[in-house]
Each structure stands twice: as structure tokens, then as C-alpha cells.
């Protein structure tokens, strides 16, 4: 059984940084998991933000965060990461990583999740 637990959330103001981080656990090899990023906020559903292939030859982002958002992984050491720049008040949400049982992610839905960590940017 895949675990996935993430870290790096907190209280930003707008036009900062944050760095995500996903510890990936119960895995053979990680590579073999598409990994995405996704987001709920208060009051609305819960969307893709970005994923990235096994091998993090394709990535794939939600068009409001291309070009502030990186997603990035190191299948060595079972992380993803999710490097958040330029934050506006928009981005507020909790932040949930997740992953597939292939490794080419499902931007609909996947198969494992954390229970997420929460980004608040102040305007």
C-alpha cells in the first residue's frame, strides 16, 4: 500500500514561494508511479494543479499555475515536490499529493492520496 504524506505548507504573502514536499512510502520503486499535485479550496472541488511521468520526462499543469509551479520528483529517494512561485491569494487550499498505479498520472483521478497540507497566501 502506497503512503504518501506531504509537508512545506504555510502562511505566505502574495508574490512569495513555497516549496511542497511528498515522502512517498510502500513503494518498490517509485518510478513506477505517475505522481500529481492536486488542490482544494474552501468551498469548491478538488483540482488538478500538475503531475509528472515515472520516469519526469512529461509534465503536465493546470494552465492558472504554468509558469509559477514546478513539479519535480527523485525516485531515489521517493520524493515529489511541488516548487510554488509567485503565490497569489487564489492559490489558497489545501494541497494533496497523490499517485497512480502506473506511471503515466490520471489527472482525473488517482489511486493513492495524502491527506494534504495546507497553503494560505495573505493578499
Known amino acids: 500500500q502506497v503512503q504518501l504524506v506531504e509537508s512545506g505548507g504555510g502562511l505566505v504573502q502574495a508574490g512569495a514561494s513555497l516549496r511542497l514536499s511528498c515522502a512517498a512510502s510502500?513503494?518498490?520503486?517509485?518510478?513506477?508511479?505517475?505522481m500529481g499535485w492536486f488542490r482544494q479550496a474552501q468551498g469548491k472541488e478538488r483540482e488538478f494543479v500538475a503531475s509528472?511521468?515515472?520516469?519526469?520526462?512529461?509534465?503536465w499543469y493546470l494552465d492558472s499555475v504554468r509558469g509559477r509551479f514546478t513539479i519535480s520528483r527523485d525516485n531515489d529517494k521517493n520524493m515529489v515536490y511541488l516548487e510554488m512561485n509567485s503565490l497569489k491569494p487564489e492559490d489558497t487550499a489545501i494541497y494533496y499529493c497523490?499517485?497512480?498505479?502506473?506511471?503515466?498520472?490520471?489527472?482525473?483521478?488517482?489511486?493513492?492520496w495524502g491527506k494534504g497540507t495546507l497553503v494560505t497566501v495573505s493578499s
Open positions: 509528472i511521468s515515472g520516469n519526469a520526462f512529461r509534465t
Open positions: 497523490a499517485a497512480d498505479r502506473t506511471p503515466y498520472p490520471n489527472r482525473r483521478n488517482m489511486d493513492y
Open positions: 510502500g513503494v518498490i520503486f517509485l518510478g513506477n508511479h505517475g
